[in-house]
T-cell receptor, first 113, second 116 residues
Framework: AQSVTQPDIHITVSEGASLELRCNYSYGATPYLFWYVQSPGQGLQLLLKYFSGDTLVQGIKGFEAEFKRSQSSFNLRKPSVHWSDAAEYFCAASSGGSYIPTFGRGTSLIVHP | EAEVAQSPRYKITEKSQAVAFWCDPISGHATLYWYRQILGQGPELLVQFQDESVVDDSQLPKDRFSAERLKGVDSTLKIQPAELGDSAMYLC??????????????FGPGTRLTVL
């Protein structure tokens, strides 16, 4: 079955430190891949997406993600975290002609001052 | 900046009661989605509309859930009767392009439902 796995439920980092959130997918072919952020009390916002081409994808708010086919991974990174980055992060994937994503369970990012 | 509107933001109800949620997508967006997000999980699609037509409602528990988008603009999701397991965040999203296009979904703030 198609699935998206985010192995870390919580991640705690200090402000200014680098960040990497992990995401693995299980699909028959390379899916479309997405990262969303959800701040408390708000809906989801798309950070970045990968369809094809360059495996390093730049997104909004200084985030980037790298697609690694050999590892079935699409990890999200940011070189220097800001306190305002504290939120829930969701990795998602879709396949075929559909844009309907399957979401991972999310990773909660906690930022210490 | 155009946003997806949802109301109410919070709803507390007793089991066996009826509840309804409303969503107004971004103007001009043809596709509308309702998702359910259980605490600690990612969102799961309940129903997708293309204009006023249902495209996918395979995950909608049709014995108690219903959704409509009569004029192809705003939409209502109803639960009758509500059960304890329905407690969740209900998210609405819209996108400009028809189904199958690789178009970004824009999410509303959600309605948090608590069933007592």
């Amino acid at each position: 079955a198609q699935s998206v796995t985010q192995p870390d439920i919580h991640i705690t980092v200090s402000e200014g430190a680098s960040l990497e959130l992990r995401c693995n997918y299980s699909y028959g072919a390379t899916p479309y891949l997405f990262w969303y952020v959800q701040s408390p009390g708000q809906g989801l916002q798309l950070l970045l997406k990968y369809f094809s081409g360059d495996t390093l994808v730049q997104g909004i708010k200084g985030f980037e993600a790298e697609f690694k086919r050999s590892q079935s991974s699409f990890n999200l990174r940011k070189p220097s975290v800001h306190w305002s980055d504290a939120a829930e992060y969701f990795c998602a994937a879709s396949s075929g002609g559909s844009y309907i994503p399957t979401f991972g369970r999310g990773t909660s990012l906690i930022v210490h001052p | 900046e155009a946003e997806v509107a949802q109301s109410p933001r919070y709803k507390i109800t007793e089991k066996s009661q009826a509840v309804a949620f409303w969503c107004d997508p971004i103007s001009g967006h043809a596709t509308l989605y309702w998702y359910r997000q259980i605490l600690g999980q990612g969102p799961e699609l309940l129903v997708q509309f293309q204009d006023e037509s249902v495209v996918d409602d395979s995950q909608l528990p049709k014995d108690r859930f219903s959704a409509e988008r009569l004029k192809g603009v705003d939409s209502t999701l109803k639960i009758q009767p509500a059960e304890l397991g329905d407690s969740a965040m209900y998210l609405c999203a819209s996108s400009q392009q028809p189904q199958g296009a690789r178009d970004e979904q824009f999410f509303g703030p959600g309605t948090r439902l608590t069933v007592l």
